[in-house]
Structure formats: structure tokens, C-alpha cells
T-cell receptor
Framework: GAVVSQHPSRVICKSGTSVKIECRSLDFQATTMFWYRQFPKQSLMLMAT?????????EQGVEKDKFLINHASLTLSTLTVTSAHPEDSSFYIC????????????FGPGTRLTVL | KQEVTQIPAALSVPEGENLVLNCSFTDSAIYNLQWFRQDPGKGLTSLLL?????REQTSGRLNASLDKSSGRSTLYIAASQPGDSATYLC???????????FGKGTTLSVSS
């Protein structure tokens, strides 16, 4: 199998706080992970590409100082939303590629972030 | 820049109907294309993956076709069931090892 988990599944926080979301590949090593964001009734938009052991590559318009990504191991990538504001409320989904295979991405179940 | 359009945005059918979901993309130089299912408030379930060299893929009642030169893919669902109700997303990737580009999806409702 190829299972990707995310934690937490749902988080509510106050404006100005920071929130960390974890993405784990449970039964495979993932050299590359992707972080997407999905607003209601919208498509998934790529935020950044995370490669193990190197700095993440951010998409245009995504603030790297606000959305901190760390891919410290082959099975874990974290996304930290710093100083969260209500407009950051969204559904965050990660995906992982299995080893050297570049064909299929395996997606996590997503994290619903609500900033009050 | 790759843009993905899915038509229709929403579709309601009675149980048992065969149906077709359409996906078009602006840049035909894709590496592969995936179809996903997303249930409300949930993550993505991969349905079918078509390589750029392939014309179609089948899994059970699902059949996905790819016409790369015209920038189109279709997802055919046979004998639809209420459990098929979900949003279906089309997502090509432009290069090996790169992120997917998603359409907004087609929200399907199958009534019993």
C-alpha cells in the first residue's frame, strides 16, 4: 500500500497563533511531498514542493515566511502557518511520491484549518 | 501555464445511468493525467492514472480516456450508483515528479 496521513485532521485557532500540520508517508519513503490548499468550491492549488533535506520551492504568491515547510525525513513533512489570520482558513492537503516513482501521487486526508 | 477545465460543474442523474465527465487542459505536453474522487470535506481518492502514451484506462465501472493532442480526457461511469456521488477531479502533470494541476471538478449526485 501507499498511505499518507495528516495530523491534525481539523484545527481551530485564534488569529495570530501558529499552527503546525504534519504529513507522513506511513509505509513508504517519499523524497518529494507537495502541499496544496483548497478553498470552498475551488480547485486544489499547489502551495509548495517539499524535497527531503532541502528548502521547499514555493509557488508564486505563496509567502514562504508565512507558510514554513520542513521536510526533515523521508517520511515526514510539516507545514506551519505562522501568525494565522481568518483568510488562511482553508483545507490543506499534502501528497507524496513513492521513492523514485514519479507516476503516482498519494494524497493525505487533509487538514481543515479554521482561524477565528 | 496549464489550465484545467471540467464540464459540467455539476451533474444530477438517476441511479443506473451511464455518464461522461469531461476535462480539458490547455497545454497538451503532459506527462500523465489522474482522475480523483473527493467526498465532501475529505481528501482525494485516486481513481485512474493515464500515462501520456496511453489512450485509456479502466477500473471496474470506470473508464478514462485521453486525447493528448486535443487536450481532452473523459471519465466514463457505467451504471451509476448513489455511492458514486462525489466531486470528481481531473489533474494532469506536466513533467515527471512535478505537482498536479487540478480542475474545479464535477460534482456528481446520483439519486436512488
Amino acid at each position: 500500500g501507499a498511505v499518507v496521513s495528516q495530523h491534525p485532521s481539523r484545527v481551530i485557532c485564534k488569529s495570530g497563533t501558529s499552527v503546525k500540520i504534519e504529513c507522513r508517508s506511513l509505509d513508504f519513503q517519499a523524497t518529494t511531498m507537495f502541499w496544496y490548499r483548497q478553498f470552498p468550491k475551488q480547485s486544489l492549488m499547489l502551495m509548495a514542493t517539499s524535497n527531503e533535506g532541502s528548502k521547499a520551492t514555493y509557488e508564486q504568491g505563496v509567502e514562504k515566511d508565512k507558510f514554513l515547510i520542513n521536510h526533515a525525513s523521508l517520511t515526514l513533512s510539516t507545514l506551519t502557518v505562522t501568525s494565522a489570520h481568518p483568510e488562511d482558513s482553508s483545507f490543506y492537503i499534502c501528497s507524496a511520491m513513492k521513492g523514485t516513482s514519479t507516476d503516482t501521487q498519494y494524497f493525505g486526508p487533509g487538514t481543515r484549518l479554521t482561524v477565528l | 501555464k496549464q489550465e484545467v477545465t471540467q464540464i459540467p460543474a455539476a451533474l444530477s442523474v438517476p441511479e443506473g445511468e451511464n455518464l461522461v465527465l469531461n476535462c480539458s487542459f490547455t497545454d497538451s505536453a503532459i506527462y500523465n493525467l489522474q482522475w480523483f474522487r473527493q467526498d465532501p470535506g475529505k481528501g482525494l481518492t485516486s481513481l485512474l492514472l493515464i500515462q501520456s502514451s496511453q489512450r485509456e484506462q479502466t477500473s471496474g465501472r470506470l473508464n478514462a480516456s485521453l486525447d493528448k493532442s486535443s487536450g481532452r480526457s473523459t471519465l466514463y461511469i457505467a451504471a451509476s450508483q448513489p455511492g458514486d456521488s462525489a466531486t470528481y477531479l481531473c489533474a494532469p502533470s506536466n513533467q515527471a515528479g512535478t505537482a498536479l494541476i487540478f480542475g474545479k471538478g464535477t460534482t456528481l449526485s446520483v439519486s436512488s
